[in-house]
């Protein structure tokens, strides 16, 4: 049997009788590999690696080497007799259990996939730093009656009448209000499966904040069960307007738009804290084949965009272009758009919507200034080269 070349890391905990191979996502463990002449006597019995060998290698009376399965084992006379110091599977298991790694099964050549207890495996990450996991905290569990959630009163409603959203949209939203102080505030709830998992809050001043320790999921999360076309937004209001042009299907992210799209290689899931709503929700998003990007038109809101699609992936993704406003640019959202042009302009935006840019490939339409410069002649090339004849270089060349 042909065993893998050992790694940094490997050599490393060799002398821990550890060895684990890692990648960015998975851990795969495995027994160590079988140890040297000098060491042979600190273990009474060894299991090699492979499967097919399901018994101790027995000890030769004789100095001459026997193999079994591709191994080699030496005795002496002047080597002692092995002493059994501890069992070395129980030891092995319990060193890998104090590393985070849990596996459900311990035999002898068997693999396990499992999740890295560290995010990415570091091959200069030492024992004690994998010891240093912080545990995540536990998530809240709250209710309505808990967070004082209240029926909206006619202030607040008169409010979203202003930007074109109706009572019964609310109403089915179970957009609530509470009480902060001597101001009132809007609440968006976000549910799944019907249950309270988190709350959203919006002042006056359009300040937003959310309740502590508690899990981020998208706002809307229930509509989007088993919908095979998705759209996502940057705000709940947003994600109201979309209902009132006959979208149901969209979800609004729970945080606020990143000022730039990020340098770095993507991070893992563990280690993916802006974005842990996409994780959260992952068996949700996996189901869609076709994703719209509906976020506001402003560079965070581009670079959101490209967030989002660099984790969902290009080739499902598309994004939605707003509007022109005069000589202003663009309108910036939905709301907006529902706002100043209606629920028809902004569902017929939204079912215009493109194809998300991927590297490499373009659509005629990104040519169409050097297509039309070709045709009027206008680009100083187009005649080609004379065929020698005047008369006919007009119609061929």
């Known amino acids: 049997m042909l065993l893998p070349r050992p790694t940094l890391l490997h050599k490393r905990l060799i002398g821990q009788n550890v060895g684990f191979m890692a990648s960015k996502h998975s851990l795969f463990t495995r027994l160590p590999p079988p140890p040297s002449r000098a060491s042979v006597h600190l273990l009474h019995t060894y299991r090699p690696v492979s ?46 259990v104090d590393m985070g790694i849990r596996s459900h099964s311990w035999e002898p050549g068997q693999y396990d996939h499992l999740l890295c207890p560290m995010g990415f495996a570091d091959v200069k990450s030492s ?3 994998m010891n240093q996991i912080t ?40 957009v609530m209000q509470r009480t902060y102080g001597d101001q009132i505030v809007i609440a968006f709830p976000y549910r799944r499966n019907g249950g309270l998992v988190s709350c959203k809050y919006r002042d006056i001043n359009k300040k937003f904040w959310q309740e ?20 996502i937004v940057e705000g709940e209001i947003d994600k109201l307007s979309m209902e009132e042009a006959g979208f149901r299907n969209c979800v609004s992210i729970p945080d606020g738009a990143p000022p730039s799209v990020s340098t770095k290689d993507l991070p893992s899931e563990i280690e993916d804290k802006k974005y842990r709503y996409l994780w959260n929700c992952k068996a949700y998003l996996e189901k869609a084949s076709r994703i719209i990007l509906a976020t506001d038109g402003d560079p965070p809101g581009q670079a959101l965009a490209e967030e989002l699609a660099r984790r969902l992936g290009r080739e499902r993704c598309w994004r939605v272009r707003w509007p022109e406003k005069g000589e202003t640019g663009r309108f910036k959202d939905a709301n907006e758009v529902l706002m100043y042009l209606g629920p028809r302009e902004l569902r017929q935006v939204v079912e215009n919507a493109e ?9 005629f339409s990104d040519y169409s200034s050097e297509i039309d410069g070709y045709y009027y002649q206008t680009l100083g090339y187009e005649l080609g080269v004379s065929t020698g004849w005047k008369n006919l270089d007009e119609f061929y060349n």
């Open 51 to 96: 499967s097919a060998v399901k018994r101790p290698i027995s000890e030769s009376t004789s100095p001459v080497a026997q193999k079994t399965s591709g191994f080699s084992s030496f005795s002496h006379p002047c080597i002692p007799r092995p002493v059994h110091l501890e069992n070395p599977k129980e030891a092995m298991k319990q060193r890998l």
């Open 127 to 129: 024992y004690k730093r």
């Open 212 to 231: 502590n320790d508690t899990e981020k999921i998208f706002y809307g999360l229930d509509d989007i069960e088993g919908a095979s076309d998705i759209i």
């Open 355 to 363: 194809l998300y840019p991927i590297q490499g490939l373009f659509n």
């Open 135 to 174: 545990q995540a905290k536990p998530q809240r569990i709250i209710t309505e009656q808990e967070l004082g959630l209240q029926p909206l009163c006619n202030e607040v409603l008169a409010y979203f009448a202003e930007r074109m959203i109706s009572g019964e949209t609310l109403r089915r939203n179970a």
